[in-house]
């Protein structure tokens, strides 16, 4: 997308922290090497003759000038003690993310989608361990917990309800309050295709003819068959013929009037043709062709769309859609008893979690209309203002109408949307809800995922509130503003109060939040900003409604930034791109809307419910492993070099190295780099069914307890006891002569012997570390000890022309002739493992992590033996019947909620439009969406 | 080190019977689902105990052995460069180490306490010499004194690299302050007989330092820092410097001498003449005269014995702790 804000480039939380790290590591190589050089400064003096200290020496160690001494020596320690940095560790993080996210994130069975074939998509490497840290979840609603799947459900015609479903929120309320709702078994005409589950035969084939008013429902069912920017697809029959509309609902409306009888089978650019059966008497269907005069297209500031149409017989009708506010303010007077019943009606849907649409049409005369045609021609010729004109023009004709009844469309749950939240909440993750819906649909939704229930208390801060209507209407712009402001201020305030009140109770009821659009607007304001986040975070859940996508963003980064919490973003559509842009870790769900939301994301996966394996499992063992990574890099470098550090006393401070070139050089590269990129890929606590059978796992994550300074102050114990024992145990005990020859050891001789040492513990303390051993780990671990002495046997064994290696010629040969460096290779290990292997004892008696109690809660029992048993099962599978196999075995979860909304057509491209995010697409450019869509297929064919 | 505490999911998954055409699509399930065979350590309080008391087992006894091998080594150390200092010259050390006309001879007597049985290791011991300080430890060129004057790129020698534009052999700071005190070792006014032969390393002797290189025109330089060498002998001979050139990794260091090749009865007084040629005084470093038996192990060095038993008590030690809070305060 051309028109996308600055894609940020994302750094997993972590990896900050580790930077952090880093610098306080180049510090402490600072420390050391100023401790050094002043020291070698001090040191350096004309009575050490042995050293030709003579009247020409190099400036580097001429006692005449210390200062520049000190500085030189500065230099060369820096380089000496650059181990410390671990520059690899980098490399290795980078390269142990990379498998996690293409090899175990994408490839994941347990995150496949099989109906769209969708599996998860990690089109990052960053931030794979900012998942195991996610403390706010920030969701878009349609499409996200809810599938975008609308489906008519009910409606109500002049002031009859019809269709007997039952939506799952009434079931579940009904089951809250105690009532047992009696199946109602379908009727063998119920019809369910897609974008229709209607039962009711009061209409269905021409039933209707029957009802108390046929006229309206004649209406009713026209105004579904022509009011609306649907473009046909396909074969021109009832069977075959598909829609192509810009947002679901419109597709469901005249899917519904086709099961009706009223079949709109053909569009050109002004007529619209439908088949209409049982008009005239039961049973005859004729061909009858409206002629399309104005279309007065939808935005969300109208809500509603308007159609004038011409009938065959020269009647003039605008028929129009639209919310049920504004349709009744522009209803004409009489017939109070209707708009009361429709009204009712309306509500009734609405508690249902149904998406509610107003029917409503009017008669013109041909003056009238001519008279108009005129304004609104030049209207849309204008060249300024065309929207705004266009919207004024729309507004002189659309009056005086007459309603005729409402739509009611369902909006269902994702499947395993409300087990899954209830997962993540467990989990410590709080869940706020952004969606463009208006406040009720969106509390609606927020029941039905169990985000909210009657246990909680709810602060709601609404602009739809009388008080503010009646200064609206007053239409002062700067009044309004200041007006609302106050108003959410004093709200604000009074919450916050509240809330604190509540947090003082120990059992008070848990608080929840739902602010719509308008109010939040002037809560971001800075002034305010800070209590609407004081008084959010307290809350357990946050429903923002009516929220435009800069909106989102804004809560995003509020959150972000203003708690300094990790945050999660998940949409599927283009007004959730800033949103997940915004967000430490964006997620788009490769869904109905297309792709944007998943260009933009940062993880894509097909289903809400799959954020619970994404998170707990991959989120939580990626955050453990790049923990258990840095640390331990932390660690040997560390180790490594503080050994260089004490003997660095013990040269008069000269820069000596205690290690040979190459041993120094190769130690991160090859001796100890294997085992830490195996335990960065394969190292688990507990197994993936237990992270998700114990959610408050995660928990460890959110306060980041493998990764606190106190974590990494632990290991500089360990590594500054460690690199003692290896020092000291090793010269103190090499002072003597050797063997019964009486020879003595040289100084390449104990460095190797503390180098062997160092390789050796450095690698079993890896082992230590592990809470999984496979095979690679053993065979990393000891292919990085064999490594070092296949090494240097052939290093100390060959003499080459070249200068250096004689320091180390034949010294292994030499140490391994000794006794002393078998007991040595036996006692500097294991004493210097022994601090670390007490600590870990009693850190695990007495202050066990959350994971080490699971761990041994199982630790008798097998896991994971089901998914290995059913693979053998398979004998003489193709791979990929075998994986479709392995699929259909994975455990489904049922859903349990199913909630609704009502969303505007075209609202969220409205907004995008605004927000500048995506190119604006008018509602009715059907064709131009139809065919990038099947562009789209078909590429996706490919 | 604790690996397979815990539970054989691994083996239960190995031993199953695999029935697919190939090990590879399964390895690679395995790997993408991160369901590889493993086991799983808990480190639970029955296996740090019982770690504890299995390293405390084996320890304690190695401790023993290696202690009692160096508890027999008999050693006697003498420190002689303050005493075979002239009254006269006590107060400036440095002129008379430095004046080549006053001799150093210098007799010392050491009392035996113990039997010491052949071979007797005789060492020097210096303090305070910084034989690893960075200008001292690379002023020397291996391929010269393997090759001798055939090499001619002795710049990493300097400042001891040329001498009337020939280059020094054996060049570099090292060489040229070879330690030059001698000894010679009476009992019952009878010399005893010092080996010195294979006192270095063998591997020193045959491939660092050339069997065709003599050291012409060593310490013929303005400044002579040490001892001079026999220009008949060639390097691969000269075990003095050879055992020099293994630079220590300490400052304080003994560097092996010779051997005495009969035994050394309780009682006897050995005396030692030694002339006291090196110079130590002018940055105040020790010189010790170290005489030692040795052990299967080596010399005489208590440390690794100690550290055994220590590390080894202390396991013990600690595993009594956990068991007693484990039994005090089971989980």
């Not at chain 1, 900003?529 to 804004?554: D, E, Y």
């Not at chain 1, 967000?583 to 939301?597: D, N, R, T, Y």
């Not at chain 2, 001079?228 to 001498?257: C, G, H, N």
Request: include cysteine; hydrophobic fraction near 40%; proline fraction near 3%.
């Amino acid at each position: 997308m051309m028109n996308a804000m600055n894609v940020p480039s994302k750094r997993s939380t972590l990896e900050r922290k580790l930077d952090k790290l880093i610098l306080a590591l180049f510090g402490g190589l600072f420390l050391m090497c100023l401790i050094g050089a002043i020291a070698s400064g001090v040191f350096i003096n004309r009575k050490y003759y042995y050293l030709g200290l003579g009247a020409s020496v190099e400036n580097q160690f001429n006692p005449s000038n210390r200062f520049l001494v000190a500085t030189l020596t500065m230099f060369t320690l820096i380089t000496l003690y650059s181990t410390i940095i671990p520059i690899s560790l980098y490399v290795s993080i980078e390269m142990i993310k990379f498998i996690q996210s293409t090899q175990f994130i994408n490839k994941d069975l347990h995150m496949y989608h099989v109906e769209s074939n969708t599996p998860a998509l990690a089109r990052t490497s960053n931030l794979n361990e900012e998942l195991g840290q996610v403390e706010y979840i920030f969701s878009d609603k349609t499409g996200t917990l809810t599938r975008n799947l609308m489906e008519f459900f009910k409606c109500s015609i002049g002031g009859e309800v019809y269709g007997t479903g039952i939506t799952e929120i009434e079931k579940g309320g009904a089951e809250r309050r105690g009532i047992k709702l009696e199946e109602v078994h379908k009727s063998s005409n119920a019809v369910h295709e897609k974008g229709f589950n209607f039962d009711d035969a009061r209409l269905m084939l021409g039933a209707w003819r029957n009802e108390p008013d046929p006229d309206a429902c004649k209406e009713f069912f026209r105004c579904l068959a022509i009011c609306h920017t649907v473009l046909p697809e396909g074969d021109e029959s009832p069977e075959k013929v598909t829609y192509q509309a810009a947002s679901p609902d419109e597709a469901a409306l005249v899917t519904a009037a086709k099961n009706f009888g009223f079949f709109f089978y053909r569009r050109t650019p002004t007529t619209i043709y439908v088949r209409e059966s049982h008009v005239e008497k039961m049973g005859k269907v004729q061909d009858v062709s409206y002629e399309i005069l104005n279309v007065l297209e939808f935005n969300s500031t109208r809500k509603r769309q308007s159609v004038v149409c011409r009938y065959p017989d020269g009647r003039l009708v605008l028929y129009c859609k639209g919310a049920d506010s504004v349709i009744f303010e522009r209803l004409g007077d009489g017939n109070g008893d209707l708009k009361k019943t429709t009204r009712e009606h309306l509500e009734q849907f609405g508690s249902a979690g149904l998406r509610t649409l107003c029917l409503a049409y009017r008669d013109l005369s041909t003056d009238m209309y001519e008279h108009w045609n005129e304004k609104f021609i030049q209207a849309k010729s204008s060249l300024r203002d065309r929207e705004k004109k266009l919207d004024e023009v729309a507004e002189l004709i659309e009056k005086d109408l007459v309603l005729i009844g409402c739509t009611a469309i369902e909006d269902k749950l994702q499947e395993g949307v409300p087990s899954c939240i209830e997962t993540l909440s467990r989990a410590g993750i709080k869940i706020w809800v952004l969606t463009g819906d208006k406040m009720e649909t969106a509390i609606n939704i927020a029941y039905a995922c169990s985000l909210i229930n009657n246990d909680m208390k709810q602060f709601i801060i609404s602009s739809e509130t009388d008080a503010i209507r009646e200064v609206e209407d007053r239409g002062d712009q700067v009044e309004i503003a200041r007006f609302i402001k106050d108003s959410v201020t004093a709200d604000l305030k009074k919450f916050l109060e509240e809330a604190q009140q509540y947090l003082h109770t120990l059992s008070g009821p848990k608080l929840a939040l739902v602010i719509d659009g308008k109010c939040l607007m002037y809560a971001l304001d800075p002034n305010l900003r800070g209590m609407l986040l004081n008084l959010s975070l307290n809350c357990t859940s946050v429903v923002c409604c009516r929220v435009s996508p800069l909106q989102k963003a804004q809560v995003t980064s509020l959150v972000k930034k203003g708690a300094r919490k990790i945050t999660l973003s998940i949409g599927d559509g283009a007004n959730d791109v800033s949103m997940i842009q915004a967000a430490h870790v964006g997620i788009g769900i490769s869904g109905l809307e297309g792709m944007q939301a998943v260009m933009a994301s940062d993880f894509a996966i097909a289903q809400f419910r799959f954020l619970t394996d994404l998170l707990l499992v991959h989120g939580r063992w990626s955050y453990l492993r790049i923990c258990k990574v840095v640390t331990y890099f932390f660690y040997k470098n560390l180790t490594f070099t503080l050994t260089q550090f004490w003997f660095t006393f013990q040269t008069g401070f000269s820069g000596q190295r205690f290690y040979d070139d190459w041993f120094q050089s190769l130690y991160n590269v090859i001796f100890t780099a294997l085992p830490v990129i195996i335990v960065g890929l394969f190292d688990k606590d507990v197994s993936e069914s237990l992270s998700k059978k114990y959610p408050e796992l995660y928990k460890e994550g959110i306060r980041d307890s493998f990764f606190k300074w106190r974590v990494v102050g632990i290991w500089a114990f360990f590594s500054f006891y460690q690199s003692l024992v290896f020092y000291y145990f090793v010269t103190s005990s090499s002072s003597s002569g050797q063997n019964s020859s009486g020879k003595m050891f040289g100084l390449w001789d104990v460095s190797t012997m503390a180098f062997t040492c160092v390789v050796v513990t450095v690698n079993l303390r890896l082992l230590m570390l592990c809470n999984s051993i496979t095979r690679w780990h053993y065979i990393s671990v000891a292919g990085s000890i064999l490594a070092w002495f296949i090494f240097i046997f052939l290093y100390s064994g060959v003499m080459t022309p070249y200068d250096r290696q004689e320091n180390v010629f034949f010294v292994i040969y030499v140490l391994m002739s000794t006794f002393y460096f078998y007991l040595t290779l036996l006692l500097v290990p294991i004493a210097a493992l022994l601090g670390d292997f007490i600590f870990q004892g009693v850190q695990r008696w007495f202050f066990p992590y959350d994971y080490q109690i699971i761990q041994e809660i199982y630790r008798h029992e097998p896991d994971q033996s089901s998914r290995s048993e059913l693979l053998d099962i398979r004998n003489d599978l193709t791979p990929d019947e075998a994986r479709s196999y392995a699929i259909s075995q994975l455990p489904r979860e049922k859903s349990k909620h199913t909630g609704f909304a009502f969303d505007s057509p075209g609202y969220e491209s409205f907004f995008a439009s605004q927000q500048g995010v995506y190119a604006p697409q008018k509602a009715w450019d059907v064709a131009r969406r139809a065919s990038m869509r099947s562009g789209a297929r078909t590429a996706q064919k490919k | 080190m604790d690996a397979d505490g815990g539970s054989a999911s691994a083996v239960g998954i190995e031993g199953r019977p695999v029935s697919l055409h190939s090990g590879q699509p399964r390895a690679l399930y395995q790997f993408t689902q991160q369901n590889l065979p493993a086991c799983k350590p808990v480190l639970t309080p029955g296996w740090v105990i019982a770690t504890f008391l299995l390293i405390g087992a084996i320890f304690i006894p190695v401790g023993f052995v290696s202690l009692h091998a160096s508890q027999n080594v008999v050693e006697i150390v003498v420190r002689y460069d303050a005493e075979c200092i002239p009254e006269e010259y006590q107060s400036n050390k440095v002129a008379y180490i430095r004046d080549s006309s006053i001799p150093k001879n210098c007799t010392r007597y050491l009392k035996v306490h113990k039997h010491m049985k052949a071979p007797i290791y005789v060492y020097y011991q210096l303090d305070n010499f910084y034989q690893n300080h960075r200008r001292y430890v690379k002023s020397r060129s291996d391929q010269q004194l393997l090759h001798g004057l055939k090499y001619n790129e002795t710049s990493s020698c300097k400042p001891e690299q040329l001498n009337n534009g020939l280059p020094i052999v054996p060049c570099g700071l090292i060489a040229w302050s070879l330690f030059n005190d001698t000894f010679n070792f009476v009992r019952r006014s009878e010399e005893m007989k010092i080996n010195r032969k294979n006192i270095a390393w063998k591997s020193d002797r045959d491939h660092k330092f050339g069997k065709e290189v003599y050291p012409f025109n060593f310490q013929n330089g303005t400044l002579i820092g040490g001892g001079k060498l026999d220009p008949r002998i060639p390097l691969s001979d000269q075990e003095d410097l050879i055992v020099w050139m293994r630079t220590a990794a300490l400052p304080s260091f003994r560097k092996l001498y010779g051997r005495i090749e009969e035994d050394i009865e309780a009682d006897d007084v050995i005396v030692v003449h030694l002339s006291n040629n090196y110079n130590t005084y002018s940055f105040g470093g020790k010189k010790k005269l170290v005489l030692s038996t040795s052990s299967w192990l080596g010399g005489k060095n208590n440390f690794l014995g100690i550290a055994y038993i220590f590390v080894g008590s202390s396991c013990i030690l600690t595993s009594f702790v956990f068991m007693l809070l484990h039994v005090k305060n089971p989980r």
